[in-house]
């Protein structure tokens, strides 16, 4: 993130405008609407911003003009400076004064001289929502609002202010945190919401406070519930639905190290993250204490997201972690996730099933115990299939011995795809003989899955995915 978003409160302050063109007047209006005390200085001043401040003359706070040229004492006590004018000398010298100030200032058109910039914005008074792509791309943000502006009901205005009269109200009803949230998210995704949006405001009010007096009033902190979600390969586009609506919900986040940064991000940012990763060989935290910590959660009235790379119930222990919540009489929901084969495979051009290729496909944990595979070898090098095995860095160079002392010819086609389906993806192509030679040399690190089948010799011609 290149720019913090702010909300401003600029009521009844004094906001400086170097330029009085018509750029100048877009920018005047929106700081008139908050109630700021604008002044504009330029030698030259339209006349739509004269009948404007004509206008407002009788207002608390009138736009007041100024027909000069500019000076640098004009920004002393302004709260914000925007620099409007065609003259890049004009905007500059606005600029370094400003910020020599330390006061927030805009240069229409030059976002190098920024502290500040003006995004496009949705007002569903009180709520408001500001996009921004930092000056490099407005009329991109101006389209994100209109898209959102078609999205949005104006009713959730009105919803936000219903649900500020009764905030006090519900806070000393509901003293636990957790159920209080799980209030207001009932209210705002149901029937509630639905009379608000069909202009029913006075209905609405009634149904709230009925929920309140007969729902809530004698609330106790709730069971929470465990949603065990999985969160793909890498790529945050190939989450289902669900599966981010429940990442918006959660309050306690238990994560693993295969969960990408950028799917982690979509979680609610007020969330608490709970790392319990594991790496071969590095269990600081274990399946066991993993377990009691979703039922410890959750019996404190947590909703609790355990989020996995990939899919939970292949190679993610998502079956033992539901069994001991249904033992403990926890509730909970299993969202599926894009395996890492299916989103890695896909991502590497290289179908796992193929008319010509293979008509079987073969999930194998790579993991090594003591150092040693316990794997059927014999039923692995059967002709027709498509061997994928998850987890098998470290013991690559033993895979593809061991398949080839079990009689795969030593050129059938191997690959292994490094952080699959992410901008950081990487391929690695080649045979049984010569594949642990290339990963090497080319340091690949986990996560990591390998392909063995004659289907990875589709890669050239599918490959789509730029790395």
């Known amino acids: 993130m290149d720019l913090l978003p702010l909300f401003h409160n600029l009521n009844g302050r004094r906001c400086v405008m170097v330029g009085g063109g018509s750029v100048a007047l877009r920018k005047i209006r929106p700081l008139m609407e908050v109630g700021a005390k604008v002044e504009i200085i330029a030698p030259e001043i339209n006349t739509a911003i004269t009948e404007l401040s004509e206008k407002h003359s009788l207002n608390l706070h009138p736009l007041t003009l100024h027909k000069r040229k500019f000076n640098n004492d004009d920004l002393e006590g302004a709260a914000l400076v925007i620099a409007a004018t065609d003259d890049k000398q004009i905007n500059k010298q606005v600029s370094e004064q400003a910020q020599k100030l330390n006061i927030p200032v805009n240069v229409v058109d030059q976002p190098e001289l920024c502290s500040v910039v003006f995004p496009s914005i949705v007002d569903r008074s009180p709520v408001q929502i500001a996009i921004s792509s930092g000056g490099t791309a407005p009329v991109l943000a101006r389209m994100l609002r209109t898209r959102l502006e078609s999205l949005i009901p104006s009713g959730y205005g009105y919803l936000a202010q219903l649900a500020g009269?009764?905030?006090?109200?519900?806070?000393?009803?509901?003293?636990?945190?957790?159920?209080?949230?799980?209030?207001?998210?009932?209210?705002?995704?149901?029937?509630?919401?639905?009379?608000?949006?069909?202009?029913?405001?006075?209905?609405?009010?009634?149904?709230?406070?009925?929920?309140?007096?007969?729902?809530?009033?004698?609330?106790?902190?709730?069971?929470?519930?465990?949603?065990?979600?999985?969160?793909?390969?890498g790529d945050p586009d190939l989450l289902t639905f669900r599966a981010l609506r429940l990442m918006q919900k959660a309050?306690?986040?238990?994560?693993?190290?295969?969960?990408?940064?950028?799917?982690?991000?979509?979680?609610?940012?007020?969330?608490?993250?709970?790392?319990?990763?594991?790496?071969?060989?590095?269990?600081?935290?274990?399946?066991?204490?993993?377990?009691?910590?979703?039922v410890e959660f959750a019996q404190q009235g947590n909703r609790v997201l355990r989020l996995k790379g990939g899919d939970p119930f292949i190679f993610g222990r998502g079956g033992e972690e539901i069994a001991h919540l249904a033992d403990n009489g926890i509730p909970f929901q299993v969202v599926p996730g894009i395996?890492?084969?299916?989103?890695?495979?896909?991502?590497?051009?290289?179908?796992?099933?193929?008319?010509?290729?293979a008509q079987s496909v073969r999930?194998?944990?790579?993991?090594?115990?003591?150092?040693?595979?316990?794997?059927?070898?014999?039923?692995?090098?059967?002709?027709?299939?498509?061997?994928?095995?998850?987890?098998?860095?470290?013991?690559?160079?033993?895979?593809?011995?061991?398949?080839?002392?079990?009689?795969?010819?030593?050129?059938?086609?191997?690959?292994l795809i490094e952080k699959g389906t992410t901008?950081?993806?990487?391929?690695?192509?080649?045979?049984?003989?010569?594949?642990?030679?290339?990963?090497?040399?080319?340091?690949?690190?986990?996560?990591?899955?390998?392909?063995?089948?004659?289907?990875?010799?589709?890669?050239?011609?599918?490959?789509?995915?730029?790395?």
């Open 251 to 294: 309050d306690i986040v238990l994560y693993d190290r295969l969960v990408s940064k950028e799917v982690l991000s979509l979680v609610r940012r007020d969330a608490e993250l709970v790392y319990v990763g594991k790496t071969a060989g590095d269990h600081p935290v274990t399946q066991d204490n993993i377990n009691e910590k979703l």
């Open 423 to 467: 901008t950081r993806q990487r391929v690695f192509i080649g045979d049984l003989d010569t594949l642990p030679n290339k990963v090497r040399e080319g340091g690949a690190k986990a996560p990591t899955l390998i392909i063995v089948g004659s289907v990875v010799s589709l890669h050239d011609q599918l490959s789509w995915f730029k790395e």
């Open 363 to 415: 999930f194998i944990t790579g993991h090594q115990k003591d150092h040693k595979y316990d794997l059927n070898w014999s039923e692995l090098v059967a002709p027709d299939q498509t061997l994928v095995f998850y987890m098998g860095l470290n013991g690559l160079e033993t895979i593809c011995q061991q398949l080839m002392s079990y009689g795969m010819d030593s050129t059938t086609p191997a690959a």
């Open 165 to 233: 009269k009764f905030r006090q109200q519900v806070k000393e009803k509901i003293t636990d945190a957790n159920s209080r949230k799980a209030f207001w998210e009932d209210v705002f995704s149901g029937d509630i919401s639905e009379l608000v949006f069909s202009n029913k405001q006075g209905d609405a009010e009634n149904k709230l406070q009925e929920k309140l007096d007969n729902q809530y009033a004698e609330q106790a902190s709730a069971l929470g519930e465990v949603y065990l979600v999985g969160g793909g390969p």
């Open 339 to 357: 395996t890492a084969a299916s989103g890695c495979a896909s991502y590497a051009g290289i179908p796992l099933t193929h008319r010509d290729h």
